[in-house]
């Protein structure tokens, strides 16, 4: 008998719909529930594409003994970490508070008042590598609860007690200056790995937030080595197993420091950061690499996680079938010189040469992951493309990893802002109305009648869980990336709706951010991280979306807002470079003003208009806000009192209340907007 997941919009809580674990999903019934019972709470946190929550599944909530117990003695919640960011990171700092490292699938103990208790992550069917069974962990946590009640009463007191005691103290309410971005970049320069690419060692994550400041902190100081790492870090990631070869797009990380072998899952939030820096690696750079990857990328996003409501699904699942019904990781990507010689024939020596598939092989089982190795000498590029072009054909007759179709707000936001600025770099306006298509989703579906936001939907219909800061944040972000591309002042007032929440609902006097609004469910700790991990954070997300909202309005609050939330980026950035690189990146565009560009014409698509209007987005200048319309627009501030010089196309471009003079030439404008 189906449990209570059936009717969730989440993939992940319907892959465990049919468990005989009789599972609740997070509600305030779930631990009425554990009061009238006088149970514990068992709190199983995952997400659809996570392989060790695959597998504790299988090996344990599958299992009918196991179930049994389990729902003899606790009440069982089942928790979509996408879906609510706000109790994966309560639950998840608690754990890492304890034992020193978290991680997915998350199993936590808490009290019926939702305290925690006991922790950990992945629990075996049997005990092994030191570690107890799951079942031991059950019947201990039993013991502890029916024997030793007032033990637990006081660790859960402690627990929470704690976490009250760790409210983030950030300095001062001050942006960081030259001083402090200079030292984050020394930071970086010490972590860099200069032989692969990229920082730190294995795994290896694609770092997309820290090259977007190097990339800006080039722009706007000329630095060579900034430049440089950003350049190789692309171009090793591009090469990598990490990278898709045959179908674009990359895998969430690399296991090992070379970025051979990936962790095959593909994440909607990676490509849509990873196809923007690319894009803006072109516009600085002029790199075919680069252009090729974003489109390529930008390409694989809207071919394989668009949905048929115009929205962008989460994620492909890392696992796939092999062909012999067993689910095994990596199986859609990887291939054996023998599968080679089956879809080739005579030119499968040549593919296995130039995408470094070996007889011992570079993966499991003797299977390559496809690369792109330096080689000597010329290949013939039209044949690269026919054997590329088969094996797609052959890879798309293998079952296909599974996907996780809910929208989220915050990476729709981001993929908005990628496709935008692709489709306009790139004059790919297919691109450009996939942004479009995404956003008018989010419009439709997300947001209330009070531009308050829904975190996600699926398959057409809305989730319950309410936004939290990096929704609002991130689709400001998508929103004023669209309203930039298109001229359509819509998506500027949209972004301003978003900012006012973030401005009323999410910060403190202080300028301090929070992850989830004043008004939201209240957990055992409102959760705030300033950190950027696999995404910008909501803080940092928040600050660069102020910035350019201000910058396209002249809106004095949201540029003070803005300043104060980099004062954690003041703090940190010094610090710990590789975990703030977005915040990093909004305070090389506060210190280059950020500049403004209006661009007038007599009509949108007239030549002239089109051309100044691409040259502004082509402009390298850190976080740039562009304005386009006709001398009568009221779509946006930015175009008030702006004429035609001669009737000519003319763009303006002011920073810091100060304007130079207009332009009606490309390169001049060119010239204005370069670093």
Request: charged residues 25%; contains cysteine.
């Amino acid at each position: 008998m189906p449990n209570r997941l059936a009717h969730e919009t989440s993939p992940y809580l319907l892959q465990h719909a049919d468990n005989p674990v009789d599972w609740w999903p997070w509600s305030a019934e779930a631990f009425e529930e554990a009061r009238k019972r006088n149970v514990p709470v068992l709190l199983s946190v995952g997400y659809s594409s996570c392989h060790w929550c695959h597998v504790m599944a299988h090996e344990s909530f599958e299992d009918q003994e196991t179930a049994d117990y389990q729902n003899a003695h606790f009440v069982n919640i089942k928790v979509d970490r996408e879906e609510r960011p706000d109790v994966d990171a309560v639950y998840m700092e608690a754990v890492q508070a304890a034992t020193g490292q978290g991680g997915w699938p998350m199993t936590v103990f808490l009290t019926p008042d939702a305290e925690p208790f006991y922790f950990g992550t992945y629990f075996p069917p049997a005990p092994r590598h030191g570690m107890p069974s799951f079942r031991q962990v059950l019947q201990g946590v039993h013991a502890a609860w029916a024997d030793r009640r007032e033990e637990v009463a006081e660790v859960a007191g402690k627990i929470v007690r704690d976490l009250a005691g760790r409210e983030i103290s950030y300095g001062d309410s001050q942006a960081p200056g030259e001083e402090q971005l200079v030292a984050a970049l020394l930071g970086l320069t010490r972590e860099y790995d200069p032989q692969r690419g990229g920082f730190g060692g294995a795994p290896k994550f694609p770092p997309s937030m820290v090259i977007e400041f190097l990339l800006r902190h080039h722009a706007r100081t000329g630095a060579e080595g900034a430049l440089q790492m950003a350049q190789d870090t692309c171009e090793r990631m591009a090469r990598g197993g990490i990278y898709d070869q045959l179908g674009g797009g990359f895998a969430r990380y690399s296991v090992d420091r070379d970025w051979v072998v990936p962790h095959f899952e593909k994440m909607l939030y990676d490509n849509a950061l990873l196809c923007r820096v690319y894009a803006h690696l072109w516009r600085s750079t002029g790199s075919e690499l680069a252009r090729r990857v974003a489109l390529e990328t930008a390409d694989f996003m809207v071919r394989e996680l668009r949905t048929n409501e115009g929205g962008f699904a989460s994620a492909l699942d890392a696992d796939s079938d092999d062909g012999t019904g067993r689910h095994v990781e990596g199986a859609y990507y990887v291939w054996t010189p023998e599968q080679l010689r089956e879809v080739l024939g005579d030119d499968a020596e040549l593919a296995a040469h130039y995408f470094g598939v070996t007889e011992e092989g570079t993966f499991e089982h003797g299977a390559s992951v496809l690369q792109l190795p330096q080689h000597e000498g010329v290949f013939d590029a039209e044949k690269i493309e026919t054997v590329k072009r088969r094996l797609l054909d052959a890879r798309a007759t293998r079952p296909a990893p599974g996907r996780d179709d809910k929208v989220v707000a915050a990476w729709n936001g981001l993929a908005i802002a990628a496709l935008a600025e692709t489709g306009a770099y790139f004059d790919r306006p297919d691109l450009v109305e996939a942004a479009l298509g995404a956003a008018d989703l989010l419009v439709r579906l997300h947001l209330d009648d009070r531009a308050r936001l829904a975190r996600t939907s699926k398959d057409g219909h809305v989730g319950a869980n309410a936004g939290v800061l990096e929704d609002y944040a991130d689709v400001a972000e998508g929103f004023l990336a669209l309203a930039s591309v298109t001229g359509e002042g819509v998506w500027l007032e949209f972004a301003g709706f978003l900012l006012d929440h973030v401005l009323t609902r999410f910060a403190d006097d202080t300028g301090a951010l929070y992850d989830t609004a004043a008004d939201a469910e209240k957990l055992i700790r409102r959760p705030q991280d300033p950190t950027d991990n696999a995404a910008p954070s909501g803080w940092t997300a928040a600050a660069g979306a102020l910035l350019s909202y201000a910058a396209q309005t002249g809106y004095e609050p949201h540029r003070t807002a803005a300043e104060k939330a980099l004062g954690v980026v003041k703090a940190l950035g010094p610090r710990v470079p590789r975990f703030i690189g977005w915040g990093l990146a909004a305070a090389e565009a506060r210190l280059d003003g950020p500049r403004e560009v209006a661009v007038v014409g007599p009509a949108l698509d007239d030549p002239g208009t089109r051309t100044l209007h691409r040259t502004a987005l082509l402009g390298a200048a850190p976080g740039a806000v562009v304005a386009v319309g006709t001398p009568d627009s009221d779509e946006f501030p930015l175009l008030a009192s702006r004429p035609l010089s001669n009737g000519e196309p003319t763009a303006y471009v002011c920073r810091n209340f100060t304007c130079d003079a207009p332009t009606t030439d490309p390169d001049r404008l060119r010239t204005q907007l370069s670093g």
